[in-house]
């Protein structure tokens, strides 16, 4: 059951806040001497076996004696990920991560730590993730499924990288016009980095991810996560991903797993019986050309096709390997279809909330930007499983907490936990748990509709084009 806070009376509130009051105990009692081991007792999803296992399974691990080794090297790409107001070396000293010196001093310079970073490289931050990523987003989204179903979605996005050589000439960018006068194409102002997720739609967790350069198609970067869906589960992808090769080997190479897209206009089908009113079962022939690349694909396919309208727009269709109307109502398909926004806000919180508005990554090479991309997945998911934490002491679903006040706690404790002396913590925890209210978002409003549309218009100044390096210059 549902309560509301703001209605709450003072016992109904005490006997609320309490347990919450117990594991903010429990994550703060080691403030009296924080370092970066001290971060799995602040977010207690993570196990720190874990950063062992992943340094000894890549090859990673530090065997000589350094200031930075390989396992804090790991804690400081994560604080990258939450501490974005700060520089590299800033976050290194807040979290205390370098042995210290002979003198005693902590202190390290940003070249150390470039090179500690250079040292790990991107093998061991994946491992996390991915260690962790499959664990936690498939056990969300069996706890919360829809006609014994797990709900995902597959999408894409970009990301700007640090404009540098090096990522550059890796990433590369989209064309952005012409010069003046002239007709060559200009280059994208930073290079982008394509990114490719497949997320546990009611909970935002991110269970699989791939990027690389931005010339890829995202559909060759999904190509390698729809083997991680798991069986009994429904993916809503876009109607980019409305293929043979795509739709088939999904829904053939596992047991119970289905899908939902949307019809292009120029979709061709051959219906075969009517359903119900505006769905029938309907026939797809798979193209020559789809069968030459993949010779298992067949000739047909069934699916079934569900029309769709909303008020003052043209009719669609919603397709859908969903082929069972009895099990799987129309009138509820065309709801649940609307779930696959939920991309998009997640994408929102990752790209505008944990990266402060800039939509950059930092680092200035492909290796280190793939190290700080998958530090930055894995902390968008341990802030969602906070999330989940406190939803579930609110006893409300996890969409109505607010991932900008929560990320805030979570850096805020984490800064708390620095300075903070033991004996303090009891009265500012009154506080912690009052913020939680701040928390609760309002009920979603399902028909609540807007039109995409450009909100700020951009700058008329002139665009500033990539500069180039020395050695270009003098090739040409």
Do not use: C
């Not at 019809?263 to 119900?276: D, Q």
């Not at 994408?347 to 991309?373: I, N």
């Amino acid at each position: 059951m549902t309560r509301d806070l703001s209605g709450s009376g003072p016992e109904d509130h005490a006997a609320l806040v309490a347990p919450v009051q117990e594991t903010f105990t429990e994550a703060l009692e080691f403030t009296s001497e924080f370092t970066a081991h001290a971060w799995p007792n602040l977010i207690k999803h993570f196990d720190p076996v874990w950063v062992d296992e992943a340094l000894m399974a890549t090859g990673t691990a530090t065997i000589r004696r350094r200031r930075l080794p390989a396992e804090q090297t790991v804690w400081l790409v994560l604080g990258m990920a939450v501490m974005r107001d700060l520089p590299i070396a800033a976050v290194a000293l807040k979290l205390d991560i370098a042995l210290p010196a002979a003198d005693g001093s902590r202190t390290v310079a940003s070249s150390a730590l470039s090179q500690a970073r250079t040292r790990l490289g991107p093998e061991p931050m994946e491992w996390l993730y991915l260690r962790t990523a499959e664990e936690w987003a498939h056990r969300s989204a069996g706890a919360d499924r829809w006609r014994g179903l797990g709900l995902y979605g597959v999408d894409g996005s970009s990301l700007r990288v640090a404009d540098s050589v090096e990522n550059r000439d890796h990433f590369g960018g989209h064309s952005s016009g012409r010069h003046e006068g002239g007709r060559e194409e200009r280059e994208s102002g930073y290079p982008l980095m394509r990114l490719v997720v497949l997320m546990a739609l009611r909970s935002h967790l991110l269970a699989a991810a791939a990027f690389g350069p931005y010339a890829v198609d995202e559909r060759a970067y999904a190509a390698s996560l729809w083997d991680t869906v798991p069986d009994h589960s429904l993916v809503l992808i876009d109607r980019h991903y409305l293929q043979a090769n795509v739709l088939v080997p999904l829904t053939s190479n596992g047991v119970g797993r289905h899908w939902i897209t949307r019809a292009k206009s120029k979709t061709k089908f051959r219906s075969i019986r009517r359903l119900g009113k505006g769905d029938e079962l309907v026939e797809f022939e798979v193209s020559s050309e789809a069968r030459r690349k993949n010779p298992s694909l067949p000739t047909h396919f069934d699916a079934r096709a569900i029309r769709y309208q909303r008020k003052g727009f043209q009719p669609q269709f919603l397709l859908t390997s969903l082929v069972d109307e009895t099990r799987f109502p129309a009138d509820e398909i065309r709801v649940l279809y609307h779930e696959r926004w939920e991309l998009e806000l997640g994408f929102g919180e990752l790209k505008t909330d944990m990266l402060e508005r800039l939509e950059t990554l930092r680092s200035k090479s492909p290796s280190s930007v793939a190290q700080e991309m998958w530090g930055l997945l894995l902390a968008y998911n341990l802030v969602r499983l906070e999330i989940e934490r406190v939803a579930a002491e609110l006893k409300v679903h996890p969409l109505r907490i607010s991932f900008v006040a929560a990320l805030r706690e979570v850096v805020e404790q984490w800064h708390l936990a620095t300075i903070v002396s033991p004996g303090t913590i009891p009265t500012r925890l009154g506080t912690v748990t009052d913020r939680l209210r701040q928390f609760l978002l309002p009920p979603r409003r399902p028909k609540r509709v807007f039109p995409r549309a450009v909100k700020i218009k951009m700058s008329n100044y002139a665009r500033k084009p990539p500069t180039q390096s020395s050695s270009k210059k003098r090739a040409k």
